[in-house]
């Protein structure tokens, strides 16, 4: 395999790992405290940020490593309307991943420190609607991702 089809592929498999890793940790934390079990919200929420950081965080390096390298041996140009709405979007999911990561970090904390389900007070569940908040418009422009990707709109 030559090193173009290799970052091809690790970029392929990098987004698919954003993308899925992302729908396991909101499904997951949406289930966890849909049941206000606070055993099952504590382990969740350990294991979302254990998961983000492991799997999340380095996809999220990857995927404009690998882009930028594909996009210079392909000699496709930076300065077009394609390549910006491609920093655009990726812009969007990063300004709303970032504080998602601190609040998932506060949310296992106070779940942790929590003696029961109703020491969570408003606060943790503001936070968490925050969270969900961020994620939507984060998912969308994850999506929108892959669709400019395969379609390769003329921009």
């Known amino acids: 395999m030559n090193a173009y089809l290799a970052v091809k592929t690790l970029h392929i498999l990098s987004a698919a790992v954003l993308f ?3 729908m396991g940790i909101a499904s997951f934390m949406l289930m966890a405290h849909r049941t206000r079990d606070l055993a099952a919200i504590r382990t969740t929420c350990r294991h979302v940020v254990v998961a983000d950081w492991c799997f999340t ?4 390096v990857v995927q ?7 996009m210079h041996a392909a000699g496709h140009a930076f300065d077009g309307g394609w ?3 491609v920093v655009a979007l990726y812009g969007l999911a990063g300004i709303c991943w970032l504080p998602v990561v601190a609040i998932q970090v506060r ?3 106070a779940a942790q420190a929590a003696p029961s389900i109703d020491a969570l007070d408003a606060r943790y ?4 609607r ?3 908040a961020l994620g939507v418009p984060a ?12 379609a390769r709109p003329l921009l």
Do not use: H, Y
């Open 20 to 22: 899925g890793t992302g």
């Open 130 to 132: 925050w969270w969900l």
């Open 83 to 85: 390549f910006a709405l």
């Open 57 to 60: 965080a380095p996809a999220v």
């Open 107 to 109: 949310l296992r904390d």
């Open 139 to 150: 998912f969308g422009a994850v999506l929108a991702l892959f669709w400019v990707m395969v």
């Open 64 to 70: 404009p490593l690998s882009g930028l390298w594909l």
């Open 125 to 128: 569940w503001q936070l968490f």
